[in-house]
Every structure is written in structure tokens, then in C-alpha cells.
């Protein structure tokens, strides 16, 4: 992936987690499908329960890639979201936006630590908070993943069964019927 699209995919990144937490959410996991430097596509988890379920639903997203025969990935997460949502403690630094890019032979990992500056209060009651970043720490080549994210990067790029017409289409209609949403960049 070039320095532009990668570039500009962590802005949109950041800026989204932005202002999801401002309306007392995070990000909702999701990974972009990239051929060369062009976007094929983008999957966000489906609504997930907490635990194996989880697991599950952050390992199926990598089928579009596979499907996609893609030659990288770049997959977002939030670190307490993931560990939350797999009921397992947190791993590595947090708060912190985590943007993966992966190709079939190896993966590097790139930290956004920010600081949370409550904002107020919702009108349900859930705080209202604006990340306040800090300084990106250096990409780590090959780095260690969480277990939820390693299952996402060793399926990614697993040869996809059967005929290779339409299969990124099947592969993101099957993901849109268990809940995922996804959107197409391009034809497939």
C-alpha cells in the first residue's frame, strides 16, 4: 500500500474514532481490503457477544480478503474495545487506535495512544470523551498481536475455495447475511 492511501486511511481512522467517542462509543473493528494500492473493499464486525462469539466474529472478516485474493490488509481496532468485547485483558497500550497493515508474509503494527478528556455527559448517561493524541509510538515490524488479531491475519491470506468468478461478491454476501457490513470499492 502506498504512503497515500495508508496516510489517508489512519486520518479517516482518526477521525472517526474521534467522533465516535465523543457520542460514547469506539470504533467498531474493521479491516480494508487492498490489491496494490487500490481499495477493493471494507467489512465492519458484525454485533458480536462478548467472549468466543467475539473471536469468531473479528476471525470471519478476514474471509473477504482471502475471497478478494488480496495482497494486504489494513485492519483498525481499539485496544480495550477488542480486549473487552473477547473478555480478555488488555494487551498492549491502551487507550490506543491500532491500525494493522498485513500482506501474506508479514504484518506491521502502528500505535495511536491518546488520552481521554471526558466531554460531559449523554443524555442516556454514557460519557461523552475527546481523544486527546498523542504521539504515534514507532511502527513495529512483525510485531506481536492479541490473539483476536493474530486469528484475523493467519485466515487472511489461506487460499479461498471454489471458482474464483463473483467469489469476493459471494464472500461479502454471506458476511452481510451474518450481520457484517460491507462496501465495495470497486466491481469485483
Known sequence: MDAEVFNGLVEVSKNSHAAMCEQGFTTVPHLYVVDGSRLVARVQVRP??????????LGEMSTLVA???ADELLLV????????ACDLAPFGVWPCLNILTATATGHVLHRFPYTEARAGVLPDGRASVKPLWRTPLAPVPGAELFPPVRGV???????????????MRAAGAYLESEGYT???????
Open 48 to 57: 458480536m457477544h462478548v467472549g468466543e462469539d467475539a473471536l469468531t466474529a
Open 77 to 84: 481496532w481499539e485496544t480495550h474495545d477488542i480486549a473487552t
Open 153 to 167: 491475519v493467519d485466515y487472511a491470506f489461506v487460499p479461498f475455495e471454489g471458482a474464483a468468478a463473483g467469489r
Open 182 to 188: 460491507v462496501n465495495f470499492f470497486e466491481p469485483a
Open 67 to 69: 475471497a478478494a485474493e
